[in-house]
């Protein structure tokens, strides 16, 4: 349950024209991941995200997501959530450890 409080605003529905799936933000300015295969081909995208209001969660909907790169064969896509006022935005952390080098 704890992990679900701390990540659970970071996680988000994407979807396209011709799929669905889940992704998660990395950056407090909008930038999400999620699958290729979820966006393979596809111009027109919105993100679902659910925001805690008290003891609502409210369905916050972005439409205008900018496709910030694809790898096709780890099937990744970075995306952007662009043009809102929601800055920051909720993050996973996907490390708390250095980096070796």
């Given at each position: 349950?704890?992990g ?15 799929g ?76 708390l ?5």
């Open positions: 349950m704890e679900v409080e701390a990540f659970g605003p970071a996680v988000v529905v994407v979807k396209s024209p011709a669905l799936g889940s992704g998660f933000i990395v950056h407090e300015d909008g930038y999400l991941i999620t699958n290729f295969h979820v966006i393979e081909g596809q111009k027109h995208l919105r993100v679902t995200q659910f925001v805690q209001k008290g003891a609502e969660l409210k369905r916050v909907i972005h439409k205008n997501i900018r496709i910030v790169a694809l790898d096709a064969f780890h099937d990744l896509a970075v995306l952007q959530i662009e043009n809102t006022d929601q800055s920051p935005f909720p993050t996973v952390v996907l490390s450890e250095e980096p070796v080098y």
